[in-house]
Structures are given as C-alpha cells and as structure tokens.
C-alpha cells in the first residue's frame, strides 16, 4: 500500500525567511501525481502545490517550490519569504487514482 | 460558487444514534470520498466512490456506509455512533483530467 511520511509534527521559521518541509513517500507506480495542501484554522483544504511524476521539472507557485526527487522518492516544500499568513498544518500527499493518500501533516509557525 | 458542498458543519450526537452527512459537488466529477481527520492522524480514507454506481474501502471503513445517491452525492452514514468516530469530516471530488482534488469544509462531528 502507498505511504506518505512527514518526519517534521511541528516546524518554525521567522517572518522573511525560507522553510523546508519534508515528505517522502512509497509506491511501486511509475505515474502518479504528488500535492502539498495547506490547512488554516477554519480547516479548508486548500491546494498549494501539485506535481507530475512524469516530470522532471520541479513545479513552482510563487513563493512555493518543490524539490522533488522522484527515485528517493522524496517531495520536499520550500516556502520562501514566509509570510504571517503561511501558519497553517501542511499535507503532503500521494495519488495514483483513484486514492489520495495523505501524511500526517506538519505543523508550521511563523514568528514574527 | 462551483464547489463541494457538504452539511451539515456541526453536529453532536449521543451514542448509540445515528446520523447521514450530507455531500454535493456541482463539477460533474466521477469521483467522491469520505475522509475522516483525527489530530496527529492527518486525513484517512473511509470510503471512496471511483464513479456512479460503485463504493469502494478506504483505510477506515468499520461502523460508517456510504451511498452514491447520482453523480452529484454522496452520502456517509453512522448507524450506531460511538466517542471513537467523534473527528472532523470531509468530503472531496476529484477532476478526471488534471486529477485535481476539491474539498469540502468539513463537518465537525463530536458523539458523547
């Protein structure tokens, strides 16, 4: 069965700065798409980055970015120029349809 | 707005009763799922439908059924619920194109 690790419950990171946000996941698919969503106190889910399996080129949404790393089967989240606005819990997760498997989430706080 | 739809966002419940949340996407996706969300657990997969029709397992699927009313709903039942369902539910839809992923807002759920 597919899996999806993040090994950080909790992470801080001072206003301005850069945060790194690890996942890595296991399957044995060759075509599958990899998420981060990110999770504000009134709980909706929001998409913050998606990436293709199939691509070599790590995806990129403004402040967001990827380093994914698809034989460690590793898909980190760089978040720079954190913002006040950027404390929320954080999911990586996996789909090979028709599942969307999630971590654990990670809890990120920025200080002002 | 287009989106998922579900109800209702609070709900207590004594133990023993049972209960049906309510969910609807108006995006003419095939695809709908039942997560349940507990603190430190992140989202887990109760039930899932792949298209009209069929229902399948997720990962925690004991003391809930669901039905897929038409292509629209999908529904999640509790027949006898018990402290341990007491989470944050949620309900997603996802795109057959670009595997995009939409949720709902969540039904907080809390049985006494």
């Known amino acids: 069965a597919q899996t999806v690790t993040q090994s950080q419950p909790e992470m801080s990171v001072q206003e301005a700065e850069t945060v790194t946000l690890s996942c890595t996941y296991d399957?044995?698919?060759?075509?599958?798409?990899l998420f981060w969503y990110k999770q504000p106190p009134s709980r909706q889910m929001i998409l913050v980055i998606r990436q293709e399996a199939y691509k070599q080129q790590n995806a990129t949404e403004n402040r967001f970015s990827v380093n994914f790393q698809k034989a460690a089967k590793s898909f980190s989240l760089k978040i720079s120029d954190s913002q006040l606005g950027d404390a929320a819990m954080y999911f990586c997760a996996y789909t090979s349809p028709p599942k969307l498997v999630f971590g654990k989430g990670t809890k990120l706080t920025v200080n002002p | 707005n287009a989106g998922v739809t579900q109800t209702p966002k609070f709900q207590v419940l004594k133990t023993g009763q049972s209960m049906t949340l309510q969910c609807a996407q108006d995006?003419?996706?095939?695809?709908m799922y039942w997560y349940r969300q507990d603190p430190g657990m992140g989202l887990r997969l109760i039930y899932y439908?792949?298209?009209?029709?069929?229902?399948d397992k997720g990962e925690v699927p004991n003391g809930y059924n669901v039905s897929r009313l038409n292509k629209r709903e999908f529904s999640l039942r509790l027949e006898s619920a018990a402290p341990s369902q007491t989470s944050v539910y949620f309900c997603a839809s996802r795109s057959g194109t670009d595997y995009g992923y939409t949720f709902g807002s969540g039904t907080r759920l809390t049985v006494v």
């Open positions: 995006m003419n996706h095939n695809s």
């Open positions: 439908s792949a298209s009209e029709g069929t229902t």
């Open positions: 399957t044995s698919e060759s075509d599958y798409y």
